[in-house]
């Protein structure tokens, strides 16, 4: 396997981890404002994002590399607003989206099919995360802050499973 493409997905995989960490903090922000459906939206990204790094690691285990975790930095704990948690989420997966498509592109540089079939169910899942927080962001916007709707959202949003 190229080694700019192991070192591509081996980083990854941390950023997926990091990714799980940063939701977890914001669960923790929307439990501090009794905000438990947000909390629970955010709860299952979190399981979300720990899968994907957990496939990333499988992946390279089962095509002999051995996997070297890194460090996780601390995410930010300070948030103001549910729409100030949202737009950091899809800022977020903006980013993450430019990373898997890196890859993506390392693969396809390298022709490494197996890491080009097992990169895209990662490029869809961006489609869909990055949808996801734009549509929660979009119905924030047009939420008073301080109305009832933001209870029917966060409502809502906890009967995500």
Request: glycine share 4%; charged share 30%; aromatic share 10%.
């Amino acid at each position: 396997m190229d080694s700019k493409l192991q070192d591509l997905i081996q980083e990854q995989i941390g950023h997926e981890y990091y990714s799980s960490y940063l939701y977890l903090q914001m669960a923790s922000y929307f439990e501090s404002t009794n905000l438990d459906g947000f909390a629970k939206w955010m709860k299952v990204q979190t399981r979300e994002e720990r899968e994907h790094g957990d496939k990333m690691y499988e992946f390279l285990q089962d095509r002999g590399v051995r996997v070297i975790l890194r460090a996780l930095p601390q995410p930010p704990s300070n948030y103001t607003s549910p729409q100030d948690v949202f737009e950091k989420t899809l800022e977020h997966e903006q980013k993450v989206t430019s990373l898997i498509n890196g890859i993506a592109d390392q693969a396809d540089k390298v022709n490494d099919r197996p890491t080009k079939v097992f990169i895209q169910w990662f490029v869809s899942e961006q489609v869909e995360e990055e949808k996801n927080a734009t549509r929660i962001l979009e119905l924030l916007k047009k939420i008073k802050p301080d109305s009832g709707a933001i209870f029917q959202l966060d409502h809502h949003l906890g009967k995500r499973e």
